[in-house]
């Protein structure tokens, strides 16, 4: 590679969660937007699925103005592009262009079969998600070729970032159409990674052994697999975003990243001083008002408050060993204080519990529970949920001699869940101990919070986040540090949450000045992840492809 690090004149993101908040990936790029916005100005642009027609998305702030006449020129154009532009309503307010996808579900067959033609990229057996995203991905490469051919040209050193299976067609095809693009495609996890995880299968012991593509046939995921693999193979710059997933991408879609671009984030969302103070407080109230309210128990000011968080993927992250380690800590003489530990992952909800509801409203001390104490809204299916035939089979009714008090919150705490009506953050600056015991963790976001917000926190080995977090501190990370590290692999849960039970007793323990230490320490290993420091990686990435796509061009 030369010298001379190559830096773009203009950038293109595309991703399924552009102004579409659906998980991790919607935080990488919104917290990241800033940060880029600064360095490129407006020469960033982010391309979403137009997902809100007819509705007003939040999210997203419309302006008709902005590139009037090329809008014009791409619907009216052979390929009838249709998009809408403005401005995603981030921090650093980007800008964005969602894009219909619908007109190209009637060529579906004739794009799949010439990226089977061109890549042999497998989309016979595509189910579910498959179509739609990949409809979307071909419109933004669409949207990506109009634009440079409108408004750049050759001149510019131009790089389109993909994000995820869902963009990978739209990859492959500026690579093909516009091969003075270059190319960066990052999965933030393997398709066949998570099935296998997700399928209880071991995958880090076996990780040399298994076959990806064959993996992806029995396990019916052939088509996400196929069009991930073939894409890393074929793009500029191959990028992950940590390097347990690398390992992940090296073994299973055989092909080792270019780049690792961990993910970081923006810290103007964390109040500092005594604002930190009255919201921290804030939260603390609200938390022991709901779990006084449905479990009819006093629950004291130094409650110790430990929880969990993210998506609800009951062994891959972890909540199979957060409740088992709940349930020991019930028989744990060397607690020192009540414990009370809450889930907070979204499932199949129906709607907030009426009777919690109205209790909260009259804002009493309630000394009675009400029927069962354990989860603060309604569910679809309550009797096939993971989390309450955990409870159920155990036992673990929140009664009022329990030390260990255990409640599930199975929706988004987006403000408007009817139970908390506070957004996540606004809740998470409020717990005392955050645990993350993750299986299949290839970043690892809500740890990352966590420290950010000062509240400390446990994870694995397994997660990218955690290996991250101890080659930072430059040990086995622990809780000292404001991240334990617990080693985790594929058969000692029971371990892992043996020893997740021990670190809460320890930290119930602990004085006031050693608490402060911790959480101070949490909050400037956080500092390392800053954005500013991560985003170099991606400066990395950009200069990488770009010098591919010059070699490329030159020939």
Same mark, same amino acid.
């Given at each position: 590679m030369s010298e001379k690090r190559l830096v773009p004149d203009f950038i293109f993101e595309s991703s399924w969660e552009v102004c579409n908040k659906m998980g991790g990936i919607y935080t990488v790029l919104s917290t990241r937007a800033k940060t880029l916005q600064e360095q490129f100005s407006d020469r960033l642009l982010f391309i979403g699925p137009d997902l809100w027609q007819g509705k007003k998305n939040p999210l997203f702030l419309e302006d008709a103005t902005m590139w009037r006449p090329w809008v014009k020129m791409a619907a009216e154009s052979d390929l009838h592009i249709r998009i809408r532009t403005g401005r995603w309503n981030i921090p650093g307010k980007p800008c964005v262009v969602l894009v219909d996808f619908q007109p190209y579900f009637e060529l579906k067959n004739e794009i799949y079969g010439k990226v089977w033609e061109d890549v042999q990229i497998d989309s016979l057996h595509a189910y579910g998600d498959y179509d739609e995203a990949s409809m979307f991905s071909i419109a933004a490469g669409l949207v990506v070729e109009s634009f440079y051919r409108y408004y750049l040209?050759?001149?510019?050193?131009?790089?389109?970032? @993909?994000?995820?299976?869902? $963009?990978? *067609? &739209?990859?492959?095809? /500026?690579?093909?159409? =516009?091969?003075? /693009?270059? $190319? /960066?495609? #990052? #999965?933030?996890?393997?398709?066949i990674g998570r099935s296998i995880a997700g399928n209880n299968k071991p995958l880090y012991d076996y990780l040399w052994a298994y076959n990806g593509s064959q993996m992806a046939a029995e396990l019916n995921v052939v088509a996400k697999h196929s069009v991930e693999r073939? $894409?890393?193979?074929? =793009? !500029?710059?191959?990028? #992950?975003?940590?390097? =347990?997933? &690398?390992?992940?991408?090296?073994? *299973? *879609? !055989?092909?080792? +990243? !270019?780049? /690792?671009? +961990?993910?970081?984030?923006?810290? !103007?969302?964390?109040?500092?001083?005594? @604002?930190? #103070?009255?919201?921290?407080?804030e939260a603390r109230a609200k938390i022991l008002k709901v779990a006084n309210a449905l479990t009819g128990a006093e629950l004291a000011d130094d409650t110790l408050i430990v929880a969990t968080s993210g998506r609800y993927e009951y062994r891959n992250k972890g909540i199979d060993v957060f409740l088992e380690a709940a349930y020991r800590s019930l028989y744990d003489s060397d607690l020192q204080r009540p414990v009370l530990m809450l889930i907070q992952v979204p499932a199949w909800v129906e709607s907030p519990r009426t009777d919690l509801q109205e209790r909260l409203k009259l804002g009493w001390t309630y000394t009675e529970p009400l029927p069962d104490p354990v989860i603060t809204h309604n569910l679809h299916e309550p009797w096939n949920d993971p989390v309450l035939n955990f409870l159920r089979s155990h036992g673990m009714k929140n009664d009022k001699q329990s030390r260990v008090k255990v409640i599930f919150v199975p929706c988004y705490l987006d403000g408007n869940d009817g139970i908390f009506q506070m957004p996540y953050y606004d809740l998470l600056i409020g717990d005392d101990l955050a645990a993350y015991p993750s299986y299949y963790e290839p970043w690892g976001y809500t740890p990352l919070e966590a420290i950010a917000f000062h509240v400390p926190c446990i994870t694995t080995s397994l997660s990218g986040f955690g290996v991250w977090a101890s080659t930072s501190v430059g040990h086995d990370s622990k809780l000292e540090d404001g991240v334990e590290v617990i080693a985790r692999n594929d058969y000692n849960a029971q371990d892992v949450a043996e020893q997740l039970s021990a670190i809460i007793a320890r930290y119930s323990a602990f004085d006031k000045k050693t608490i402060d230490k911790v959480r101070l320490n949490a909050a400037k290993l956080s500092e390392k992840a800053l954005w500013k420091n991560f985003i170099t990686y991606y400066y990395e990435a950009y200069d990488f492809a770009l010098q591919k796509a010059k070699e490329r061009t030159i020939k």
């Amino acid at each position: 590679m030369s010298e001379k690090r190559l830096v773009p004149d203009f950038i293109f993101e595309s991703s399924w969660e552009v102004c579409n908040k659906m998980g991790g990936i919607y935080t990488v790029l919104s917290t990241r937007a800033k940060t880029l916005q600064e360095q490129f100005s407006d020469r960033l642009l982010f391309i979403g699925p137009d997902l809100w027609q007819g509705k007003k998305n939040p999210l997203f702030l419309e302006d008709a103005t902005m590139w009037r006449p090329w809008v014009k020129m791409a619907a009216e154009s052979d390929l009838h592009i249709r998009i809408r532009t403005g401005r995603w309503n981030i921090p650093g307010k980007p800008c964005v262009v969602l894009v219909d996808f619908q007109p190209y579900f009637e060529l579906k067959n004739e794009i799949y079969g010439k990226v089977w033609e061109d890549v042999q990229i497998d989309s016979l057996h595509a189910y579910g998600d498959y179509d739609e995203a990949s409809m979307f991905s071909i419109a933004a490469g669409l949207v990506v070729e109009s634009f440079y051919r409108y408004y750049l040209g050759v001149k510019k050193k131009v790089v389109f970032q @993909a994000h995820e299976w869902m $963009t990978c *067609l &739209g990859a492959l095809y /500026i690579k093909k159409h =516009v091969p003075e /693009i270059a $190319t /960066i495609f #990052t #999965t933030h996890a393997t398709s066949i990674g998570r099935s296998i995880a997700g399928n209880n299968k071991p995958l880090y012991d076996y990780l040399w052994a298994y076959n990806g593509s064959q993996m992806a046939a029995e396990l019916n995921v052939v088509a996400k697999h196929s069009v991930e693999r073939q $894409t890393a193979h074929n =793009v !500029d710059c191959f990028t #992950t975003v940590s390097d =347990v997933t &690398g390992r992940e991408c090296a073994e *299973l *879609l !055989d092909k080792q +990243p !270019d780049v /690792i671009l +961990p993910n970081g984030f923006e810290a !103007d969302f964390v109040p500092a001083g005594p @604002a930190f #103070t009255k919201r921290r407080k804030e939260a603390r109230a609200k938390i022991l008002k709901v779990a006084n309210a449905l479990t009819g128990a006093e629950l004291a000011d130094d409650t110790l408050i430990v929880a969990t968080s993210g998506r609800y993927e009951y062994r891959n992250k972890g909540i199979d060993v957060f409740l088992e380690a709940a349930y020991r800590s019930l028989y744990d003489s060397d607690l020192q204080r009540p414990v009370l530990m809450l889930i907070q992952v979204p499932a199949w909800v129906e709607s907030p519990r009426t009777d919690l509801q109205e209790r909260l409203k009259l804002g009493w001390t309630y000394t009675e529970p009400l029927p069962d104490p354990v989860i603060t809204h309604n569910l679809h299916e309550p009797w096939n949920d993971p989390v309450l035939n955990f409870l159920r089979s155990h036992g673990m009714k929140n009664d009022k001699q329990s030390r260990v008090k255990v409640i599930f919150v199975p929706c988004y705490l987006d403000g408007n869940d009817g139970i908390f009506q506070m957004p996540y953050y606004d809740l998470l600056i409020g717990d005392d101990l955050a645990a993350y015991p993750s299986y299949y963790e290839p970043w690892g976001y809500t740890p990352l919070e966590a420290i950010a917000f000062h509240v400390p926190c446990i994870t694995t080995s397994l997660s990218g986040f955690g290996v991250w977090a101890s080659t930072s501190v430059g040990h086995d990370s622990k809780l000292e540090d404001g991240v334990e590290v617990i080693a985790r692999n594929d058969y000692n849960a029971q371990d892992v949450a043996e020893q997740l039970s021990a670190i809460i007793a320890r930290y119930s323990a602990f004085d006031k000045k050693t608490i402060d230490k911790v959480r101070l320490n949490a909050a400037k290993l956080s500092e390392k992840a800053l954005w500013k420091n991560f985003i170099t990686y991606y400066y990395e990435a950009y200069d990488f492809a770009l010098q591919k796509a010059k070699e490329r061009t030159i020939k």
